[in-house]
C-alpha cells in the first residue's frame, strides 16, 4: 500500500499523502550518499528535487514490485521492492532495489529508513545528492 501511495504521490506532486508515509527522522541511503532528514522541510525537499527530476525525464509511471517483505518485529517490518521507471511504454532507466523499514508508529505504519541501489543520474539519485551538497553549504 506504501508503495502504490507514494508512487502516485510522486508523480502527482502531493506531498502531504507521500509525507504521510514517512517518520521523521528518516534515514535515507544510495551507494554514493548518506543523511538523516530531520524534519518534514528536508523531507519535502528530497521530494520536490526528485518530482522536479521525474517530470525532466518525462517519468509518467513508476512500477514497483514487493519482492519481500518480513515482520521483524510485531511493529517493524523490513521490505525490499524492484522499481521500474517507465516513460509511456519505455523504460527510462535499469530497474534498482530498494530496503525499507517500516515502523508501526502513533497507530500507522511509516517509512523510517530508505536505501535506494540507484546511480546518480536517476531522478532519486540526483535528489539525495542536491540535499547533500545544499545541506554541506549551510
Not at 517530470?55 to 521500474?84: G, K, P, W
Not at 511504454?89 to 530497474?95: I, S
Amino acid at each position: 500500500m506504501l508503495l502504490e501511495i507514494t508512487g502516485a504521490a510522486l508523480l502527482e506532486n502531493d506531498f502531504d499523502s507521500f509525507s504521510n508515509c514517512f517518520h521523521v527522522p528518516h534515514f535515507i541511503a544510495t551507494a554514493e550518499h548518506k543523511t538523516v532528514l530531520k524534519t518534514r522541510q528536508e523531507l519535502r525537499d528530497i521530494f520536490d528535487k526528485a518530482v522536479a527530476g521525474y517530470s525532466h525525464q518525462q517519468i509518467t509511471n513508476l512500477v514497483r514490485f514487493c519482492e519481500v517483505a518480513e515482520y521483524r518485529s510485531d511493529t517493524r517490518i523490513e521490505a525490499m521492492h524492484i522499481t521500474h521507471l517507465m516513460s509511456g511504454n519505455q523504460r527510462v532507466a535499469d530497474p534498482f532495489p530498494s530496503f525499507s523499514v517500516l515502523e508501526f508508529i502513533d497507530g500507522r505504519w511509516q517509512l523510517t529508513s530508505s536505501q535506494y541501489a540507484v546511480e546518480k543520474t536517476t531522478p532519486f539519485g540526483s535528489a539525495i545528492e542536491k540535499h547533500q551538497a545544499d545541506t554541506a553549504k549551510q
